[in-house]
T-cell receptor, first 113, second 114 residues
Framework: KNQVEQSPQSLIILEGKNCTLQ??????????LRWYKQDTGRGPVSLTI?????NTKSNGRYTATLDADTKQSSLHITASQLSDSASYICVVSAMDSSYKLIFGSGTRLLVRP | DTAVSQTPKYLVTQMGNDKSIKCEQNLGHDTMYWYKQDSKKFLKIMFSYNNKELIINETVPNRFSPKSPDKAHLNLHINSLELGDSAVYFCASSQGDPQRSLQHFGDGTRLSIL
């Protein structure tokens, strides 16, 4: 069972609208949680990284939130643009000596004009 | 001036062949990684090198052998390719503590086994 679950699997919204993507994880203890954007045919690009003590972090129109008690994170995209169409991947870093990042399978977002 | 570059971008080959994928980073990072992204889009770590030393070696068939000639390069050689090896392989790099540092990814090598 994957330790990082994302929902929804896919999402279609109209340009200019807001949306929120969810990430639930069971990795414990964890060091930090990251959100990546992966365009089709490209490698993932980091959007935000939060430690367990941070509740929110913004990067332009992207705002990530973290609730370490409920082990949930969300990524909110404001005033969506066509270029936001991509997969958004939630990644959790385990706090152990493994140096491993554990990836969710992503949410595929399509922004339509 | 691509930060993390992989070659080739596409690789189509027959079962049983041996192939290599190359990765180079010009960010001055001290740690490099190989990931495999399967058809369900999960990214899974395969190997990681820190200053040319292997620090992560996941449960990967020994047909896969990484080689790091220097800090800026991490190549992946695959022997006796199998159908299940078809996937996208991503190289990444980071600087400092791997658990805390941001990883920069290449654009992937799409491997298809016929």
């Amino acid at each position: 069972k994957n330790q990082v679950e994302q929902s929804p699997q896919s999402l279609i919204i109209l340009e200019g609208k807001n949306c929120t993507l969810q990430c639930n994880y069971t990795v414990s203890p964890f060091s930090n949680l990251r959100w990546y954007k992966q365009d089709t045919g490209r490698g993932p690009v980091s959007l935000t990284i939060m430690t367990f003590s941070e509740n929110t972090k913004s990067n332009g129109r992207y705002t990530a939130t973290l609730d370490a008690d409920t082990k949930q994170s969300s990524l909110h995209i404001t005033a969506s643009q066509l270029s936001d169409s991509a997969s958004y991947i939630c990644v959790v870093s385990a706090m152990d000596s493994s140096y491993k990042l554990i990836f969710g399978s992503g949410t595929r977002l399509l922004v339509r004009p | 001036d691509t930060a993390v570059s992989q070659t080739p971008k596409y690789l189509v080959t027959q079962m049983g062949n041996d192939k290599s994928i190359k990765c180079e980073q010009n960010l001055g990072h001290d740690t490099m990684y190989w990931y495999k992204q399967d058809s369900k889009k999960f990214l899974k770590i395969m190997f990681s090198y820190n200053n040319k030393e292997l620090i992560i070696n996941e449960t990967v068939p020994n047909r896969f052998s990484p080689k790091s000639p220097d800090k800026a390069h991490l190549n992946l050689h695959i022997n006796s390719l199998e159908l299940g090896d078809s996937a996208v392989y991503f190289c990444a790099s980071s600087q400092g503590d791997p658990q805390r540092s941001l990883q920069h990814f290449g654009d992937g090598t799409r491997l298809s086994i016929l």
